[in-house]
């Protein structure tokens, strides 16, 4: 009995966890993070793998170390004693050990904490923790978060003391109800992969900022919308310095909220043109500063227009991850997936299947690069569960507050190659209204799959969408080229069609004949022989090969795969570029 109140109730509770499922952060408290100095809790946490959830047990938390006369007393835990890891990272890569593990880990640190102006408000911000995150500071449980891929934030300004521990549960266990749910053809990487971060704000400050030019096909007017958060007594001021505008922005005393439309002329954001303003935002004591690109995406019949011109996505799909890093990749490696589009002749990047990092929309402003960004509900979503619909409408709207500022980002994706049923339907119909609701400007899509009875693309959920996302793997799972003639024969789509997956594998330097699965050879000659179905068909408007480098998954058993799945264009060192890298560049020089 190892308990410090030699209670049985650690060994006998089963119900052990319930106390501890407390409401989630949800996107209601993110605050916008431009510009603001943060403090960073990086760097090296104690750890612990904790299979038997002994941690919620024996309550961990209450550090209790001594009985009621003092003495010491066996426990469980000596936080300052346990393992060193980085944050952030995925404790899959910290040692071989850890490799496939799924489950409850703990992470803590102490800090401390020297107190700002008087009035100052107090954040956390957690930017990505895989897959439901809890927090105790100071022994207080203060928050929970459930979603494997956004940021969440949490006030501790009452929490705080001079000398602070923080103490982390992370627990990466695939759920039936979960978003994504138990299957998905990916890596299960766990823990906080993302900054932690503290952020002081003045008593009054802007909690939320978004603004966009309105797609009106004239390009002359931009529409800010202002939340603040504490005491209305005054009107937010905007200014765009290189435009000449300064704008004041009223602030309605209940809502806290504010909107404001003007006439603006400036110079639009493009792939040739990368074009970013300064914009500022003041309110009171808070400022905040945003580099903003002004832009229009929209669709006329089955065309895409960005600035009124049509264009075609020349694109790749990507997963977030590094051979090193897994999940927790690196602004360097962001850079040079960034750079790879680029070398591909590409205007356009498939951050698929959940929200990647918030740097790399950031960077892809900055480089001239059109994003689709995505949430992972994927497959065999439990659609008619309640919960899982709320976590999936909470991840998207996480998702679309933290990044429709970026010019770069133009369609959500509510999803991938989830079934074509009713329940479904009604789950993701709601998703793309809420897109609509959290942002006007963009367009809203998924990755539907085709009626491969029919050989026809007629997936019910395209009526709820301004593009539509369609994977197909002929010439690789169906090796029979011809279906997909037909399929775009037999369709005939009103809107913009995107090829949002096409490809197969190859084991890079394995080479054969063009008939042998996983060779170099035959990749290549999908790539050859779907572009010259794809060219010919108007409606299809853009594509996003599956996939830019290989990547890691326990689905892919076989004597090539061995645990990744190899449909890259370069392997997954990012360095071995397969020969069917070259014939896309090639077809993206061409187009
Ligand atoms: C699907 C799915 C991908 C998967 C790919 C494949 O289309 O969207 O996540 O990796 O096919 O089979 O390789």
């Not at 309105?214 to 529409?223: C, E, L, T, Y």
């Not at 929209?298 to 996505?313: H, P, Y």
């Not at 709820?464 to 994977?471: E, K, T, V």
């Amino acid at each position: 009995m190892n308990n410090n109140k030699l209670s049985s109730e650690h060994i006998h509770n089963e119900d052990y966890d319930a106390d501890y499922q407390i409401v989630p952060a949800d996107w209601k408290s993110m605050i916008n993070t431009a510009s603001r100095k943060t403090e960073k809790l990086d760097g090296l946490w104690n750890f612990a793998i904790d299979i038997y959830d002994s941690g919620i047990r024996n309550k961990f938390f209450e550090e209790i170390t001594k009985d009621d006369l003092g003495r010491d007393i066996p426990v469980d835990f000596n936080f300052d004693e346990w393992e060193k890891v980085k944050v952030p990272s995925n404790w899959n890569m910290v040692k071989k050990e850890y490799l496939y593990y799924e489950g409850t880990t703990w992470y803590t640190r102490k800090f401390t904490f020297y107190k700002g102006s008087p009035d100052e408000r107090v954040f956390l911000k957690i930017g990505a923790a895989n897959y439901e995150c809890r927090i105790w500071l100071n022994k207080k449980l203060i928050a929970r978060h459930i979603g494997g891929y956004t940021p969440f934030f949490v006030e501790i300004t009452d929490f705080l003391e001079k000398e602070n521990r923080i103490l982390i549960m992370v627990n990466n266990t695939r759920v039936k109800n979960g978003v994504p749910a138990l299957n998905t053809d990916w890596f299960n990487y766990g823990g906080i992969y993302r900054s932690i971060e503290l952020i002081r704000v003045p008593k009054d400050y802007i909690k939320d900022f978004y603004i966009y030019l309105i797609p009106n096909s004239n390009f002359n007017r931009i529409h800010v919308s202002v939340e603040i958060d504490g005491e209305k007594t005054d009107d937010c001021n905007l200014i765009i310095p290189e435009l000449g505008l300064e704008k004041d922005i009223k602030i309605d005393p209940i809502t806290k909220k504010g909107e404001i439309e003007f006439e603006a002329f400036p110079i639009l954001w493009s792939p040739e043109n990368p074009k970013l303003y300064q914009v500022q935002l003041k309110y009171k004591n808070d400022k905040i500063n945003e580099e903003i690109g002004f832009r229009e995406i929209k669709t006329l019949g089955t065309k895409i227009l960005l600035n009124g011109k049509e264009i075609f996505l020349k694109g790749v799909s990507e997963h977030e991850e590094s051979i090193i890093n897994g999940r927790a990749v690196s602004e360097e490696e962001i850079i040079e997936n960034l750079k790879l589009v680029k070398e591909l002749n590409g205007n356009y990047f498939r951050l698929a299947h959940y929200p990647h990092s918030e740097k790399e929309s950031r960077l892809a402003d900055k480089l001239g690069i059109l994003l689709w960004e995505e949430i992972p509900v994927y497959w065999a979503i439990d659609f008619s569960n309640e919960e899982a619909y709320e976590n999936a409408y909470n991840q998207l709207s996480e998702l679309i507050i933290r990044d429709r500022n970026r010019a770069s980002v133009i369609i959500w994706s509510v999803g991938n190659e989830t079934p074509n049923t009713d329940e479904r339907l009604n789950f993701m119909c709601k998703l793309a209204k809420r897109c609509k609701e959290l942002d006007s400007s963009r367009l809203v899509s998924a990755a539907c799959l085709v009626n491969i009875e029919e050989l026809k693309i007629d997936d019910k959920l395209t009526q709820f969408l301004d593009i539509i996302g369609i994977n197909e793997y002929y010439g690789w799972y169906d090796r029979d080229f011809n279906k997909l003639k037909l399929i775009f024969n037999n369709s005939n789509p009103k809107k913009p069609v995107i090829i949002s997956e096409m490809g197969g594998d190859a084991l890079a330097g394995h080479h054969g004949t063009v008939d042998e699965l996983f060779t170099e050879e035959c990749q290549e000659n999908i790539y050859i022989r779907q572009f010259e179905i794809i060219d010919k068909i108007d409606y299809i408007k853009g594509v996003s090969p599956w996939i830019l480098f290989d990547f890691r998954t326990p689905r892919r058993l076989n004597q090539f795969q061995r645990g990744f799945n190899l449909k890259g264009l370069l392997a997954i060192d990012k360095k071995y570029r397969k020969k069917a890298f070259y014939i896309v560049q090639q077809y993206y020089m061409n187009k």
